[in-house]
């Protein structure tokens, strides 16, 4: 029987706790952040007075692993074990009563107040409560919508060139996320900017929306996210970090010997080897140390699609701004394009800077061609030289599904989504809808969603209606199966759909 709370050390301790079974409860929370003091002491003592559940606690930003394995992105946030259920941010009436759910000393139809618990948690839920309803709260503030706050911070993200949002000072770091980019900094030699997000809760908030990135420190380079901790870490040991410096001119370009490269070049007699290059513009194998196994399994990603961008995480979850950007570029021109985590493979990440001569990611290719990194896009973006060279390559921006779903609702005063055709509707539904518009003499058009994958699974979010059929009128939703059978049985259906 727990009598006092276990502070864990490791994921791999938590997970022996959790075999032992029973009721359990998980405490994250961090030093700074008093919202979770507060709930520690409510947590404390409910543990006193609830002795056959383990109670855990975890310093969230000192054990990276157990927050990330339950998606922790603010404190303080606890987990249940038993019936798996979450309490985020600081509320003590429902901590309370969430964990005499979970420990089984309360039914699921009642609630805990101040009475039903024990001698120590009742007076200290109260007294918390009361304590936190006296304090100054900060509403969270959405940067989207407040212009006021998105101006600041723009000035704050373009105010150096290089700028970290982080918990403390270079100085002082309050977290150790944020100590490690520091250090990481220092030891590139950058000089870089800083903003104490404990400092100021408004802009604390407010950057989670602005950056759309839930967590500190931040990165920025001239401008635009890099990431946050894990990412910083990861480009520096590639010496991506460096190069990305480099190539936008904040950190001379040398080698150990303290000797610029460029100089060095230009002293040095290269062979006809070092020239030479594939014929899509890749350096040759035998060039700069490329194998030919490599230099084939690159060609062969690259040829995988017509367009193809390396980058930092996927499209859907993007793990540095530049890559967030380029991918923002090819949906904005409506461009299908294929991609490639170079997080998750080494070689491939180190190899194609020498394939492709260029430093640094995100990488375009069109057709076997390399286009270039972030920077080149947007210039080519906003020359219009993007859409002209991908039409001159055959490759037409695809019309975006939504106006895709928006022609095909259109396409006929009444239009029917089924499984099937009319002549041999696919389920039962269908069938009955069409039965009904034949009865009432309604001529309708029709599309069968077996036939697209696409459509079939688009138009559930277009209409927000999760099956089939689905009957539209000049436009608009009318109802599925059932709809459709009770206006047919009233006599509505003619007369609302004849309008």
């Not at 304090?135 to 989207?144: C, E, L, Y």
């Not at 010997?257 to 080897?273: D, Y």
């Not at 194998?285 to 193809?308: F, N, Q, Y």
């Not at 995480?313 to 991918?327: D, Y």
Request: aromatic share 8%.
């Amino acid at each position: 029987m727990a009598t006092s709370v276990k502070d864990l050390q490791s994921k791999a301790e938590l997970d022996g706790v959790l075999m032992g079974g029973g009721p359990a409860i998980l405490h994250f929370w961090a030093e700074w952040c008093q919202a979770s003091k507060q709930m520690d002491r409510v947590f404390s003592h409910l543990c006193t007075d609830t002795p056959y559940a383990k109670f855990l606690r975890v310093e969230a930003e000192q054990q990276p692993e157990i927050s990330e394995a339950f998606s922790v992105s603010a404190v303080p946030y606890f987990v249940f074990f038993k019936v798996v259920d979450t309490l985020e941010g600081a509320n003590p009436s429902e901590l309370a009563n969430k964990v005499s759910k979970v420990s089984g000393s309360l039914s699921h139809v009642s609630s805990a107040t101040p009475a039903t618990l024990g001698m120590a948690a009742g007076m200290t839920v109260i007294e918390t409560v009361k304590e936190m309803n006296e304090s100054p709260q900060v509403d969270r503030i959405n940067a989207r919508t407040n212009t006021g706050l998105k101006g600041k911070l723009q000035q704050l993200v373009d105010s150096k060139p290089i700028f970290l949002f982080m918990k403390g000072t270079p100085d002082q770091p309050r977290c150790g996320f944020s100590r490690k980019v520091v250090e990481v900094l220092k030891e590139v030699g950058m000089e870089f900017g800083s903003f104490d997000i404990l400092s100021d809760e408004e802009v604390r908030e407010g950057m989670k929306e602005f950056s759309n990135w839930p967590s500190f420190p931040q990165l920025y380079c001239k401008g635009e996210l890099l990431g946050g901790c894990d990412i910083t870490l990861e480009m520096h040991q590639s010496g991506e970090l460096k190069k990305v410096f480099e190539q936008h001119g904040l950190l001379s370009n040398t080698d150990n010997a303290g000797e610029s490269i460029v100089e060095k070049a230009a002293t040095q007699p290269k062979s006809e080897a070092e020239f030479s290059r594939s014929d899509n513009g890749g350096i040759a194998a035998d060039s700069m140390g490329i194998t030919e196994s490599l230099k084939s399994r690159l060609e062969t990603i690259i040829k995988s699609s017509p367009i193809l961008l390396f980058m930092n995480g996927t499209p859907e979850e993007p793990r540095c701004g530049f890559s967030v950007k380029a991918v923002e570029i090819l949906r904005e021109e409506g461009l299908e394009f294929g991609s490639f985590n170079i997080l998750t493979d080494k070689e491939v990440r180190e190899g194609l800077k020498t394939y492709s001569n260029w430093s640094s990611y995100p990488q375009l290719y069109m057709k076997d061609e390399f286009i270039g990194g972030s920077d080149i896009m947007i210039e080519m973006q906003k020359s219009g030289e993007l859409k002209k060279v991908s039409a001159e390559k055959g490759m037409m921006p695809k019309e975006s599904l939504e106006n895709r779903l928006k022609h095909l609702v259109n396409s006929s005063p009444l239009m029917l989504f089924m499984k099937g055709t009319p002549a041999a509707p696919r389920c039962g539904f269908s069938s009955k809808v069409v039965n009904a518009l034949r009865e009432e003499g309604l001529s309708f058009g029709y599309f069968d969603i077996l036939s697209d994958e696409e459509v079939r699974q688009g138009l559930k979010t277009y209409s927000n209606w999760p099956t089939f059929p689905q009957v539209y009128h000049k436009g608009e939703l009318i109802g599925g199966c059932d709809i459709v059978l009770e206006m047919h049985k009233s006599g509505e259906l003619k007369s609302t759909l004849a309008e």
